[in-house]
């Protein structure tokens, strides 16, 4: 009796081990501005010029951007910041919103929304004063949640 709780406790441990490691996410870009150059980074490291990128486990403090004439991290640009982790506890999963706090500023309609999970949930920028961006570091009520695990991300511009 032993040996079968034994292999019991590690069949679980196993099987959440496998499912931490299958985490992915996948950030997808729609240019209907017909310029510019779709831009994903963390780090400091350009992850997408845009294609699709599929992170393997989570995408932590990316920015997006459409690069027509940005800075190196999208200075001077409308940019979406986002973090897309699996959630290990409530309120622990993605978060993603849109930037125009300086060196930021409009340069684009920008958008984002979910997929794959908490799809409808996003949020659209067409001007320099939309209330759905982050203008000053206080304007945390235009972050927008999502708590699916392998949730993606569609970036559109221009719509």
Do not use: W
């Not at 300086?102 to 979910?114: A, L």
């Amino acid at each position: 009796m032993f040996s079968f709780f034994k292999f019991t406790a590690l069949v679980v441990v196993a099987a959440t081990i496998e499912a931490r490691a299958q985490e992915a996410h996948t950030v997808t870009f729609t240019n209907l501005c017909g310029t510019g150059v779709p831009t994903l980074k963390a780090n400091g490291v350009t992850l997408s010029t845009g294609g699709p990128f599929t992170s393997s486990g989570a995408l932590i403090s990316a920015i997006a951007y459409l690069d027509v004439g940005c800075g190196a991290n999208g200075e001077g640009c409308t940019t979406v910041e986002t973090t897309l982790v699996n959630p290990t506890t409530p309120g622990s999963g993605s978060s993603t919103d849109i930037s125009l706090i300086p060196p930021h500023s409009f340069s684009v309609t920008t958008g984002f929304g979910y997929s794959n999970g908490c799809d409808g949930s996003g949020a659209d920028c067409t001007d320099a004063n939309c209330p759905t961006a982050f203008h000053v570091s206080t304007d945390t009520n235009v972050q927008v949640a999502c708590q699916v695990d392998n949730v993606n991300l569609v970036i559109t511009f221009c719509d």
